[in-house]
């Protein structure tokens, strides 16, 4: 398919570059200029859109997709047909920046127990939801598993999905699905369900613990058979110190017997959820969330000035005052009323005055603790996770300013995200206090130097340099490294790892030692044959023998028995026949044909011609016919 990059899709969605391309279909980052964020674009190839088949499982994985609401589970927004501009049949998804899985076993190498368990728990999660409602992914894989640049992990790409949601996939003899992690029953009979994924994030679950594959081969139909003829090894027997639960585990959920996996996504999580709190008994078995602040834990306050606030209270109720009684020339007596009257607002302004009295104080109290007292002090948000960015914008939100104190390495934490604070969440400092942060330099990793040519002591002591378990050196044969120099390490050179990460020098034998087999007697047909298939190279050499047949060993060096470097020359001396031979009868015989029969017998030929005649014929032979002659002699024949 052509690059689309720069088209408009379905009037909606800009494709800005294309980020990758598979038998199936090219994926696209793309814009989408109603709703402006950006996605990821999924466009089947043209000459596929022609095959109802394939267009039925394209549009196969964004209902399968789009079925399952899961944090794990990459989201399908969209699904549609391009009418205007470049024809094409879409697939919009949530776009996720980071690697896959495949890309992280490449750069940084198989996973610790600890990490590959807290890694597998999310995927299996998805899994769960996806068996919940009767979705078999049928082709999951490390290619098809999403890590994004915070740490979520996602799986993707159900375009191999079946289920009731779905319909019918391709026929059944068709075996979908990349071989290396097919189930056996897929490859034998082309069927699946919930136990075929179980098998392929079993492989996978292999792959992430030991770095490697359980079966490789030169051609994918040889890696299929092995999956239905052999039996997935054990872990515990390419790595070292593996908790026999896991190893169980594992071991049980790769069986060719369907029966004896785990029945589901579901029951493999519990299964495995339970081995990670055998292995993390103190650690909360959730699965991790960065902890980013989105928005200040409370938002900054206008307080009110103690006199503002008592006026505001005073002025709604206010406090009567007793006005002054005007002098009169006579003053008349109160009577009952009247003196009740004063009583009860005399009440009234004693009670107001009170009320008062009380605010005040409330009021005072509450103005010491939010200006000076302990409601002054704001509490540090949470900043594990965050970039810097991120957290000064929260800081400044809370007249808070922050400090980088330390860089520290993280396998947890991305480069450039907050470790952790001082103080940690949670606590109480003043407005405009610095808070310290830790930022993380990423995974710590080192380099393996190249060792390929030294000797092992030199070789040992440049590894001793690096914070590395330096192994007992293993031997091996080489076609090209000297005996007892270094041909490599592994890791191999050049490859970044983990501190404390085992690393085994390989020291040369020398070229590899192959038994001679002795061919004297036998056929040089049948010696130069196999000496050059088992990697020997012939020099061959001829001679008389007396006891032996034209074309039979007579000797070889080095001598049958004996052993040999592969590639190295063995010598053959190969029989000429007998050195004698007798004179035939040619009495008779036309001259030319009695002179080529001799010097086929490696006789030289003399001709003396007498007489006239046209057609001349053998008259007489010297030696006499009968004559035991040793070959190479001259023999004279007389013609006439």
Known sequence: MSDLTGELIDERYQLNRKLATGGMASIYEALDTRLDRKVAVKIM????????????????????AAALSHPNIVAVQDQGWNRNG?????????????????????EQGRLTIRDGVKFLLPVLSALAAAHRLGIVHRDLKPENILISRDGRIKVADFGLAKGPLLGETLEASVVLGSVSYLSPEQVQRG??????????IAVTAFEIFTGQKPFTGEEPIQIAFMHVNNRVPRISTVIKDVP?????????????????????????????SKVNQKLNPKENQLSLELDIPISPMRPKRKVKSLRKKLRELTSTSPIPVATPTPVATAIAPENTLEVA??????????????????????????????????GSRIVVPSTVGATQEEVNFAFQNLGLRSLISERKFSEDIAEGRVISSIPNAGGRVEQGATIKLILSKGPERFTIPALSGLTPGAARR????????????????????????????????????????????RISKGLEQIPVPSYVGKSADQ??????????????????????????VISQLPAGGSAADMGAKVSLVISKGTQFAYIPNVFSIEEAKAAQALRDLDFKVIVKKIGKKTIKKVTNIVPKVGTKVERGSTVTITVG
């Open 244 to 272: 026999r639960e896991l190893d169980d585990l594992i071991y049980a959920a790769t069986s060719a017997n369907p029966d004896e996996r785990p029945r589901d996504g579901a029951e493999f999580f519990e299964k495995l």
């Open 86 to 106: 470049a024809p094409a049949i879409f697939l919009v998804m949530e776009l996720i920046e980071g690697d896959t899985l495949r890309e992280h076993l490449n």
């Open 45 to 64: 190839h043209a000459h596929l859109a022609q095959d109802e088949q394939f267009v039925d499982r394209f549009i196969r994985e964004a209902k399968a």
């Open 191 to 200: 069927v699946a369900d919930s136990r075929s994924d179980i098998y392929s």
């Open 527 to 552: 010696a130069l044959n196999e000496l050059q298939e088992a990697g020997f190279e012939v020099d061959s050499k001829y001679a008389f023998s007396e006891t032996l047949l034209p074309g039979e």
């Open 462 to 505: 440049l590894m001793a340099r690096l914070p590395l378990s330096l192994q007992p050196n293993v031997r091996e044969f080489s076609e090209s490294v000297p005996k007892g120099y270094v041909i490599g390490s592994a890791p191999r050179a050049g490859e970044r790892v983990k501190r404390d990460t085992d690393v085994v020098i």
């Open 341 to 374: 009257k004063r009583k009860r607002a005399s009440k009234r302004v004693r009670r107001n005055r009170k009320v008062a009295l009380l605010l005040a104080v409330a009021v005072g109290i509450t103005s010491w603790y939010v200006l000076i007292g302990p």
